[in-house]
């Protein structure tokens, strides 16, 4: 049937800041759900209080409410607009939450609201533990053993009937928090309590273990008319015991067998349709004994989920999109393939490759965390890699991942104790996949790796294979002497030319020209949902060793953006946004626009933003190619953070121009000698400084300087390995661990302004004119990373003095670094002196929350600049801010109990939300006033 002509208006709820368990994969959902409903003519309000997504940009939705996720504000909403819809399925875990609430206190039907996508009763159906073992059961269909505990006596009395091992899993939680797994009796009542206290419910769920099976997803989707499509199958390739979202995950599934298949579909599709009032995306969760291929059925989420983005790169199939489509009266069967425009939405894809996801973990954020991983998600974020064979796709995730891995071993970081790799091997930690490489490389029988990580055999043999090719390899002297057959091999095998040269002992380059001499070179294949079953447009194409490459290049000029690859704590979802924005200005300018990025949970990887997509590692190897065949008139590397900034130098000498501000200004801006000598040239004040790659050197700088001095490593993001340091011991003890963690990097020694204020400027500078998008105060002192600390917009404290010496400094920089394009300066200012702390030629963080305070497109104006085609007099800006704006840093200290809480000049939040207050009166703004008086006063 057509849609539900009686909606006219939706609101979609957004899921709020970045944390562990809850990213940027929800930006996406909810940024394809407005697009989707606004082509239909609907109008789209939405609500959420991250400044840093697309999601929340003006061009997503009719009206933008960025106010805080509670009740109170959906009220302020229905107040001031005719809401026909409320959609909580796209904005995780909060927004269905916040929905139960309004629900709860009657809002809806005060206001004549109806959810649309899934209603309440389904959603309480299978956020309720009780609820929804009772409902799996009564369609006969199995679960583990469990029992409800809304109390710690109810909890204790579970245990004893269960026996251990057992799992904790707690209501109503996202990324599993306050869930785990307790082995022995002496670790219940703690793990218990924990998971009491997460829940908003205060109830939990006291689970038999299934410890060691396998763990496989479906997304799918229904309609209305009971319609129902499986979009995808992932297989966990971590066992059960490892939340999924700290599992490196494959699709298609790998391992099961076909009468298992067609079980799990039928019991997905069972349990979906058993949900009631449900239209949209969902995700089923399934744990299968390897022994007997018995299932039992794990949990179901109503709602677009952290899967779903990926499923949706995976597949090229819209989920969001086409949900919200359904969400409002759509059947599958009426909508169109977004991909081939020619076929039917109802129909599941086929997947001619394989696809690798692979977490992130920040763990180097959190001192005394515990890396062991288990029920409760602790990674930041995550890369998708696509190859025609499982060890393609799972090496380009290595690559993909920013550890400064060139894959999956023989890139110098493997370990050689057997004991050591072992015991990883038992206690999983973010590396295991490595170390089983490591143990297989060593000898350990594939039975006793087996034994150790449960990790089903059919994976174990695949990485067995690339020994065994290493192996074959080390019996070649020099590059010529390798087979044309054998090094296409190891190319589709995954292997970089990096790790080859390091496994023969010689430079990259002479592994590369060898290989390309003889014909081994990219193609490029196209992600079409259907196996090129039909026809189909899509620009969305990923790199492999094919005779046939099905990218066609275009006679158009291009211009290529760099992506900044996985979300991690100090570059996050910000710089998507800066991306796409710099897409667009792209465009506008009559360029082809070419995007090249590894996150599947952005928006700029959606298959039709760019005019094309390299679906690929932000890795020179495979970048290099793609620039080959693509030849465009420039790359931008202003807008993808640190990861995009550091291939800028390798750019410049292989030839290729940098559209915006040129590595020279880069590098002058990140090396601290030549930037301080450049301040100086200025008469610009400064800290004292010293720079040095030596730690006798170093104590001496420092002594020069005098303590308290601030120490890091050069060309890092969120101020890694930045420290505070007091004495001689303690800067001997933190250089030595920046020299082995990041041994080519210089350290930087600064004077520490004690009791300073800090403030930020972020720019646009064409070469004539100065724009001043923004200047922001921190409202903790200098000292706390600008990341973790709250700012005001405009400043509040600052003298007018100190803000126009800032203008003037920013001005003279922006001219003496030749800046084309963006530039962000951090000051300090220390009894109305003015101190320059660093700048950086390209996007930053703060970049969004200023665009969004006084809804400009910055972005888009900065990259006109970036390109030439526009100067700063061709744009007519006009800022809308009444009071004040503040940026409240978000922290995931949730999930790690014992961590070190401690703010200091290494960053630490995950994600960030905006309030708006009219005066200094307010009372939000007089509590974080409080807290910076009390930093003072330490």
């Known amino acids: 049937m057509p849609r539900d002509t009686s909606i006219k208006s939706v609101l979609i709820i957004g899921s709020g800041p970045i944390v562990i368990g809850q990213a940027c994969e929800f930006d996406y959902s909810g940024t394809q759900a407005s697009r989707s409903l606004m082509e239909e003519g609907i109008e789209v309000s939405l609500i959420n209080s991250n400044p840093a997504t697309i999601m929340t940009d003006p061009m997503t939705a009719d009206h933008i409410y960025l ?179 700290d599992s490196i995950t494959v699709a298609p599934a790998m391992t099961l067998s076909d009468r298992a298949y067609q079980e799990m579909r039928n019991q997905a ?3 979906m349709r058993s949900l009631g009032n449900f239209a949209g995306g969902c995700n089923v969760q399934f744990a299968l004994d390897p022994e007997t291929e018995n299932l039992i059925c794990i949990e179901i989420n109503p709602r677009v989920s952290r899967s779903s983005a990926l499923a949706s790169k995976a597949t090229g199939y ?51 965390s515990d890396h062991v991983l288990g029920l409760q998600m602790k990674s930041v974020g995550e890369v998708m890699a696509i190859g025609r064979t499982f060890l393609e796709a799972l090496q380009k995730a290595c690559q993909s991942q920013e550890n400064n891995r060139a894959g999956l071993g023989a890139d110098k970081k493997e370990w050689i104790r057997t004991e050591d790799i072992l015991s990883r091997l038992e206690k999983v930690s973010d590396d295991r996949i490595y170390r089983v490489k490591d143990a297989l490389r060593l ?55 990096a790790q080859l040269a390091w496994l023969m002992r010689v430079e990259e380059i002479d592994i590369e020209k060898y290989r390309k001499k003889i014909g081994v070179t990219r193609t490029y294949k196209m992600v079409d949902t259907c196996a090129a079953e039909f026809e189909a447009q899509t620009p969305y194409f990923y790199s492999t060793f094919d005779s046939e490459n099905e990218s066609i290049v275009s006679d ?12 991690r704590i100090g570059q996050g979802i910000e710089f998507d946004y800066c991306c796409v924005h710099g897409i667009m200005a792209i465009k506008e300018a009559g360029y082809e626009s070419i995007m090249i990025n590894c996150n599947p949970e952005t ?108 120490v890091r490593p050069s060309y890092v993001l969120g101020g890694q390995r930045m420290r505070i340091v007091i004495n001689d011991e303690e800067l001997e003890r933190h250089v030595l661990s920046i020299f082995k963690h990041m041994p080519n990097n210089k350290v930087l020694i600064d004077q520490f302004l004690e009791r300073a204020k800090e403030a930020e400027v972020d720019a646009i500078y064409d070469g004539d004119e100065l724009m001043i998008m923004g200047i922001m105060e921190h409202i903790e002192p200098a000292g706390i990373h600008s990341g973790d600390s709250s700012a005001m917009l405009p400043t509040y404290s600052l003298s007018e003095k100190a803000v126009e010496t800032m203008k003037l400094y920013t001005a003279k920089l922006a001219k003496a670094l030749n800046i084309r394009g963006l530039i962000n300066i951090q000051f300090a200012i220390k009894d109305d002196n003015v101190f320059v702390i660093e700048a950086n030629p390209r996007a930053s963080r703060t970049t969004p929350f200023i665009a969004k305070a006084y809804q400009v497109p910055f972005l888009k104006i900065a990259t006109h600049i970036m390109m030439g ?57 007089r509590k974080l006033d409080k807290e910076r008086s009390m930093y003072l006063s330490r």
């Open 67 to 245: 106010l805080p996720l509670n009740v109170d504000s959906l009220r302020q909403i229905l107040t001031e607009r005719k809401i026909d819809a409320v959609l909580a399925t796209m904005g995780g875990q909060t927004a269905l939450n916040l929905a139960i609430e309004a629900g709860k206190q009657g809002l809806w039907k005060e206001f004549g609201v109806k959810l649309i996508g899934v209603d309440l009763e389904a959603i309480d159906l299978a956020e309720n533990r009780e609820s929804f073992k009772a409902h799996v059961k009564s369609i006969g269909l199995h679960v583990a053993p469990s029992f409800i505990a809304n109390s710690f006596l109810e909890g204790k009395d579970a245990s004893q009937k269960i026996g251990f091992p057992l799992v904790i899993r707690p209501s109503y939680t996202l990324g599993g928090t306050g869930g785990g797994f307790v082995m022995e009796e002496k670790d219940f009542d703690e793990a218990l309590r924990r998971g009491l206290n997460a829940s908003p419910t205060h109830e939990v769920l006291v689970e038999k273990a299934v410890l060691g099976w396998k763990e496989f997803e479906l997304e799918l989707l229904r309609d209305a008319n009971d319609n129902v499509v499986i979009i995808c199958t992932v297989e966990n390739l971590d066992p059960m015991g490892i939340h999924t979202g």
């Open 603 to 710: 928006v700029s990887t959606d298959f039709d933003i760019a005019d094309k997509l390299y679906f690929e590692p932000i890795y020179w190897e495979h970048l290099k190619e793609i620039l080959e065949l693509e030849k465009p008139e420039g790359v931008i590397v202003q807008l993808g953070g640190q990861t995009a900034l550091k291939l800028a130098e390798t750019l410049e000498k292989n030839g290729y121009k940098i559209i915006g501000s040129d590595f020279e200004a880069m590098d002058l801006a990140e090396d601290r000698g030549r930037f301080s000598d450049l301040l100086k040239e200025l008469d610009i004040p400064y800290p004292r400084y010293g720079a040095s790659d030596d730690v006798e050197e170093t104590i001496k700088i420092a002594n020069e300087v005098s303590y308290p001095v601030l």
């Open 869 to 925: 085609t526009k100067k700063l007099k061709d744009f007519d800006v006009e800022k809308k801010l009444e009071g004040y704006a503040i940026k409240v840093p978000v922290f995931s200290f949730d999930k790690f109990p014992n961590v070190d809480k401690q703010l200091g000049p290494e960053m630490k939040s995950t994600g960030e939300k905006i309030h708006f207050i009219k005066d200094l009166n307010d009372p939000f703004f």
């Open 556 to 567: 158009k000029k291009k211009i290529i953006v760099l992506g900044s690859g996985p979300n």
């Open 318 to 368: 819209p989920i969001a999109k086409i949900a919200a489509k359904l969400a409002i009266g759509y059947h599958l069967d009426e909508l169109k393939n977004q991909i081939t425009k020619t076929t039917s939405a109802y129909f599941e894809p086929t997947l001619d490759y394989v696809i690798v996801k692979m977490p992130r973990w920040n763990f180097e954020k959190f001192y005394g």
């Open 443 to 497: 000898g350990v029988p594939l039975k006793s790796v087996h034994k150790l990580t449960k990790i089903d055999p059919w994976f174990l043999q695949q990485i067995k294979t690339l020994v065994q090719l290493e192996n074959q390899f080390m019996a070649y002297n020099v590059p010529e002497d390798i087979p044309e057959a054998f090094m296409r091999e190891l190319k589709v095998s995954g292997y970089s030319d």
């Open 269 to 271: 599709i069972k349990l």
